[in-house]
């Protein structure tokens, strides 16, 4: 009789027979930065914050210290400096290059991430211009978000990532960075994004929430899969350093499939709906928190990410490491 319960049959034999594992090294964590002074704690993300400038360099030396080597920057932008076209995005020292700048020079090491996207600067809350009918002008879109990487590579970013969905960005950006020398500037291409639930805690995090209409536009549709793939493949032979899947859970199968092929290193971005889910359930104490967002990470992994962009980055590091105690 075959007894597969033997390889399970203690602590011992089930850390050597793991077929997948969950490092610091694996995570990104995404921090919110905010005008002003002190922190926000952000209602529908509990445990997360929008942090002023100085106390986001605070958060990534600590996170560097746990030895998360790698942050993804987001903007929260006032109200009264949104506009139609995102016109914020583009200003020389605003709040996102100014952070950059900040993390860069205090927390050398830190691998520095940014996300391209209009959404954080428009009034209306779409990634893309808009014509009169609010229909996305898409290469006028690509146009801003080339001159926002390299914006953001002056202010010392490794790491660009187009959050967008406008076909073409990712050769324009790579285009616009390297004729300014930004040639070790990588680009983490959100390669498969889409249109999801999922995003309504980050929306309430940076008020950029939808004024009209949807993304399903310019984000993919969650019935599909090999839409997936040839957008992913689209994005590698543009030039694409890395490819990400988002939002994660929903998604395993689009990870695999990705993964099978690409030789890209692929990652996945575990989404704050994903996150909000899993704490609203353990503030209520119908979960253990901890080790859903384990179980959870742990499963993005198994699947084929390569890495794992999380907002659970830290509490899961810490309940792996007491779980090992
Ligand atoms: C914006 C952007 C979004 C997220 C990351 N970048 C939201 C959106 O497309 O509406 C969502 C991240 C999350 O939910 O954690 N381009």
Request: with cysteine; net charge negative.
């Amino acid at each position: 009789m075959e007894r597969p319960r033997r390889n399970r049959s203690s602590s011992a034999i089930r850390a050597l027979l793991a077929e997948s594992d969950l490092l610091p090294r694996h995570l990104i964590a995404p921090l919110f930065v905010k005008e002003g002074e002190g922190h926000e704690p952000i209602t529908s993300l509990p445990g997360i914050s929008r942090f002023s400038i100085d106390l986001a360099v605070e958060e990534a030396r600590r996170l560097f210290q746990k030895g998360i080597q790698a942050v993804d920057l987001f903007p929260v932008i006032p109200l009264e400096k949104k506009d139609p076209q995102g016109s914020e995005a583009l200003r020389k020292g605003n709040l996102l290059l100014r952070t950059v700048d900040a993390i860069r020079n205090r927390v050398p090491d830190m691998c520095v991430m940014v996300d391209v996207a209009l959404d954080p600067y428009t009034s209306h809350g779409h990634d893309g211009l808009l014509d009169a009918h609010h229909r996305i002008l898409n290469d006028a879109t690509v146009e801003r978000l080339a001159e926002m990487s390299v914006l953001a590579a002056e202010a010392g970013a490794h790491v660009v990532a187009p959050s967008d969905m406008m076909d073409g960005r990712v050769k324009e950006i790579r285009k616009a960075l390297d004729q300014s020398n930004f040639t070790d500037v990588s680009i983490l291409s959100y390669a498969a994004k889409y249109a999801s639930a999922f995003y309504g805690p980050f929306r309430d995090a940076l008020g950029s929430q939808l004024q009209f209409g949807d993304k399903k536009s310019y984000q993919l549709d969650p019935a599909n899969r090999r839409e997936a793939l040839r957008e992913s493949l689209l994005d590698q032979a543009e030039g694409a350093d890395m490819l990400l899947i988002k939002p994660a859970l929903p998604y395993l199968d689009v990870i695999a499939e990705v993964k099978k092929h690409t030789v890209l290193p692929v990652g996945a971005y575990h989404v704050s709906g994903e996150y909000a889910m899993v704490m609203a359930a353990a503030q209520n104490g119908w979960i253990d928190g901890p080790k859903a967002l384990y179980e959870s990470l742990i499963s993005i992994r198994r699947a084929g990410a390569d890495f794992i962009v999380t907002y659970a980055a830290e509490q899961v590091m810490d309940y792996v490491l007491k779980s090992h105690d």
